[in-house]
């Protein structure tokens, strides 16, 4: 099983359609876990953390679900320029060890 | 202002070839990476460095040196390049990692073509 993962899509929503990614991972001790954007040739870019309680920001919601080890991320009333990927990350304490893993992304279109 | 910036942006070379990619943050980061997005769009960490230290060293070729003269700049070396480093290389940059502290600054890329 790889360590973290993603449905790489894509997603092709309507505007204003309500769309969820999830992003599993493998290792229960992983401790921080975010979300990024990164649009088609551009750089990755922070969306938001995911907190315990889970957390919200606009239109999105991040949520965590330690028992079944994921991650949500919920886009409301999409617009078209949420079209991209989102890539989660995960942070795992090993030891001395500090490992970022990166999922491979979910492609988003949001089409007219 | 640019946050994190990268020369060159685009980078073709042969096979063979040393080349070096240079990156600056003006945030006042400790923490500074290198990531390479291969054409499959997998983002990999290569290196890490904090307050100009290695913190993070990946299983990357040895071909591959980081420097960071200071912990405003992290600069990636590539000896001996092979058609298989072709991809786009990322910057990065972040305050002293605690667990919360994780947002990470990135450069717009450098994109290797290796012919």
């Known amino acids: 099983r790889k360590e973290v993962e993603q449905d790489p899509g894509p997603f092709n929503v309507p505007e204003g359609a309500t769309v969820a990614f999830n992003c599993t991972y493998s290792?229960?001790?992983?401790?921080?876990f975010f979300w990024y954007r990164q649009d088609c040739r551009k750089e990755p870019k922070l969306l938001m953390s995911v907190y315990s309680s889970g957390n919200e920001d606009g239109r999105f919601t991040a949520q965590l679900n330690r028992a079944s080890q994921y991650i949500s991320l919920l886009i409301r009333d999409s617009k078209l320029s949420d079209s991209a990927t989102y890539l989660c990350v995960v942070i795992l304490n090993a030891g001395n060890n500090r490992k970022l893993i990166w999922g491979l992304g979910t492609s988003l279109a949001v089409n007219p | 202002d640019t946050a994190v910036s990268q020369t060159p942006k685009y980078l073709v070379t042969q096979m063979g070839n040393d080349k070096s990619i240079k990156c600056e943050q003006n945030l006042g980061h400790d923490t500074m990476y290198w990531y390479k997005q291969d054409s499959k769009k997998f983002l990999k960490i290569m290196f890490s460095?904090?307050?100009?230290?290695?913190?993070i060293n990946e299983t990357v070729p040895n071909r591959f040196s980081p420097k960071s003269p200071d912990k405003a700049h992290l600069n990636l070396h590539i000896n001996s390049l092979e058609l298989g480093d072709s991809a786009v290389y990322f910057c990065?940059?972040?305050?002293?990692?605690?667990?919360?502290?994780?947002?990470?600054?990135f450069g717009p890329g450098t994109r290797l073509t290796v012919t």
């Open positions: 290792n229960s001790a992983s401790q921080s």
């Open positions: 990065a940059s972040s305050h002293t990692p605690g667990l919360s502290a994780y947002e990470q600054y």
């Open positions: 460095y904090n307050n100009k230290e290695l913190i």
